[in-house]
């Protein structure tokens, strides 16, 4: 099979074979003594990205991504191990809220997630900034984990999806990232190697989010929904909205903070919601409860009597971290200068703007532009005033957490843009958008 | 200038800002020290494959190809250089016609060609099976061919236009060759840098041709008009029938032979009268005739008067060639051997497959389907019945010129399916369907 009769087949609008994915795939995943060359896998990523791609050739090229590499084989486990997984979003820290509560209700939760890359941040960076916390581990440590708390959280290992790997920074150079099923298979190849059952997608619209509207957002989803259950997950998504951060904290020591304070029943209002829907659907998936209803006392059952704290507080120590945290927020990496940004009127802050504050974090130090970046946990930025919030003149809108004087000086005028300020409150706009199932 | 982002306004149906576009060329020209790599060159090679390119932006991309390497300057020569340029046929020796045609009438003629490659032939292969003759002239060598016989017939040299030899490479093997843009840059870079005034496009449209509908022909005849005149060339474009072969010599001795007959005034009448056609345009862009009428009463009459063959004569001896095979084809790379393919039944001849004889051609070793196969000059068909005329049973359509009995066993079906007898004779189709300027 020629590469170039592959590429022609998509280029010409037509719909490609099971063989002709396998050899895209199995080409990334090991380009040496292959007839492919990196210049024929970006020609075929660009002749995707515009021809498109049917459901049926997105859940064969998933398939062959998962099998290009480790599949965790969790078979002979009970049936009930479901994930979450997020498309990116700001102060998006509902992993550490849902993940405990989940498992608190019995279901097994092998959540294997990423680092953050530019304004999104990464379940992984946070969870390093607890002292000694531990994402690599073996798969009987998993495998434990899962029997005892019901909860590990790891990394991606280099042997998970190594066509992926290739592929991602093959699009990311090539202006090729933002294709639906392209998208699908990166997201589900890497889900699919977890071994498990069942997934819920939390699919981020709005100025925050990969996707800024909704028909970009419900077209990924219902990708993700049709892609994933050819591959045999059971599988819901959620269009939840990521116009302005989600909670109030963003940075990693910082989220993990609000992540416990909400697992501790103080949580924000929109991340608390979010999370206990979310794990409801999880509970759901898993075949635990019958009806959403039940599966929604369920998770809040497990909030209000703070058995998803102990989860996590298990979660930690279990995973070499030091669980003290929990009680004590000055063993995680804080800043020791804090800076406000003010307003200068009274009326009500109409919008925060995601986006902007993601990247003002990150260029503080708590993210990266590059994989290879080194992040700071202890910066970030806490939204004193959220959207519908009143506020008077010299009111803190955003508490700056930062080290390093000269990045200061250039995210403050970012922040100084990232909020309005209005003399009516704005409508209150639903968290949860849609769902599809 | 990142390249993601240039590949992004592409993708995106934006149009190339003159300076992208120059980045990409002088990436594809010197990949060494770029920040480009192969893998970019081709993704932004699909995009403009599915999303084309405007008149300005092929315009821009044509002179930076140019530009990308040596163009020669004759300014200080007189202003009637005028080349012609085929888009490849199957029996296409039309050069070595006119070529000698449009010099005969005070057209100075630096035609620089190129090789065959799969079904079609190439002008310097046909020349080259004269026994010396040198298709690697110096300036100088060239500039004094012209003010001898107004004719030179060379190669391309190493430094002209290099980001083409790149790009038709990548576009070769990722599925990127049939675009009208790119083949429009591909064609008139290399003419430009001939440094002539006007150029004589012969688009072939037919079963034979690169182009199969007249649609494709008309759009690409379009744009070499346009964008051969934004750079500064006076321009005519010619859409030509290639269904069957054009003469009845195919092969490159065979070519050169049947060149030679035409030059003396028995050539076919489809190969003369296509010849005077574009020789007498060639002289009419030259300013050397006023009229249409004028330019092609000129160009008739140095065939009549046998100047045209002189002029031949005089180029194959100031290359380097052995003359005396204008009055001796013995003196050509022949065969020792030759079969036929005949007729089983009365009728017409209705169709002669050219695509079907110039595979066979090539695969007797008279073409290559690598750039870098040796050829076998003597080899060929001769079309003894064209469409139109009356065969009766056992009466020869193909005679083959054959030189490895493995080979011939390899064509003989390819031929005996190459030509259809009907009940009555086709209706004519003319030559020439079209111009464009």
């Given at each position: 099979m020629r590469p170039a009769d592959v590429i022609q087949t998509k280029r010409d609008r037509g719909e490609l074979s099971r063989s002709q994915l396998e050899a895209f795939v199995s080409a990334a995943a090991k380009?040496?003594?292959?007839?492919?060359e990196k210049y024929h896998l970006s020609a075929l990523l660009m002749a995707i990205y515009l021809n498109g791609m049917t459901p049926a050739e997105t859940a064969y090229l998933t398939q062959a991504m998962a099998d290009s590499g480790k599949r965790l084989?969790?078979?002979?486990?009970?049936?009930c191990r479901v994930d979450k997984h997020s498309t990116g979003g700001v102060g998006d820290k509902t992993s550490l809220v849902l993940g405990p509560l989940a498992a608190a209700c019995g279901v097994h939760v092998p959540m294997m997630s990423g680092r953050g890359l530019g304004h999104s941040g990464g379940t992984l960076d946070k969870l390093e900034s607890?002292?000694?916390?531990?994402?690599n581990l073996t798969e009987d440590q998993l495998r434990d984990a899962l029997m005892d708390s019901g909860l590990a959280m790891i990394g991606q290992t280099a042997d998970i999806a190594p066509a992926d790997k290739t592929l991602y920074a093959l699009r990311d150079v090539t202006a090729t990232v933002e294709s639906i099923p392209l998208i699908t298979a990166s997201i589900l190849s890497k889900k699919l190697s977890e071994g498990i059952v069942g997934l819920v997608m939390d699919v981020k619209c709005g100025r925050?989010?990969?996707?800024?509207t909704r028909e970009q957002s419900r077209a990924l989803a219902d990708s993700l929904v049709k892609v994933g259950t050819a591959n045999g997950l059971k599988m819901s998504a959620f269009i939840t909205a990521m116009d302005a951060p989600l909670g109030r904290y963003v940075g990693n020591s910082l989220e993990v903070i609000e992540a416990i304070e909400t697992l501790k029943g103080n949580g924000p209002r929109d991340l608390t919601e979010l999370s206990v829907k979310l794990a409801a659907r999880m509970v759901k998936l898993a075949d635990i409860a019958d009806t959403d209803a039940e599966a929604e006392e369920s998770v809040r059952s497990r909030l209000a009597s703070g058995r998803g704290l102990e989860v996590f507080r298990e979660t930690i120590a279990q995973q070499g971290?030091?669980?003290?945290v929990i009680d004590d927020y000055s063993r995680l990496p804080r800043t020791k200068t804090v800076v406000h940004v003010m307003t200068d009127r009274t009326g009500y802050i109409t919008s925060i703007d995601a986006e902007k504050v993601g990247i003002a974090s990150c260029v503080l130090g708590g993210g990266r532009t590059r994989a290879e970046d080194k992040i700071d946990p202890a910066v970030g930025i806490i939204v004193r005033a959220k959207p519908g919030e009143r506020v008077s003149p010299e009111q803190s809108v955003f508490e700056v957490h930062y080290r390093d004087g000269a990045k200061l000086v250039e995210v403050m005028p970012m922040l100084a843009s990232a909020f309005t300020v209005g003399d009516a409150a704005p409508a209150e706009e639903p968290l949860v958008l849609e769902e599809i199932a």
């Open positions: 380009l040496e003594g292959s007839s492919w084989d969790l078979s002979d486990m009970p049936p607890i002292p000694g916390f531990n994402v925050g989010a990969f996707m800024k971290g030091d669980p003290r």
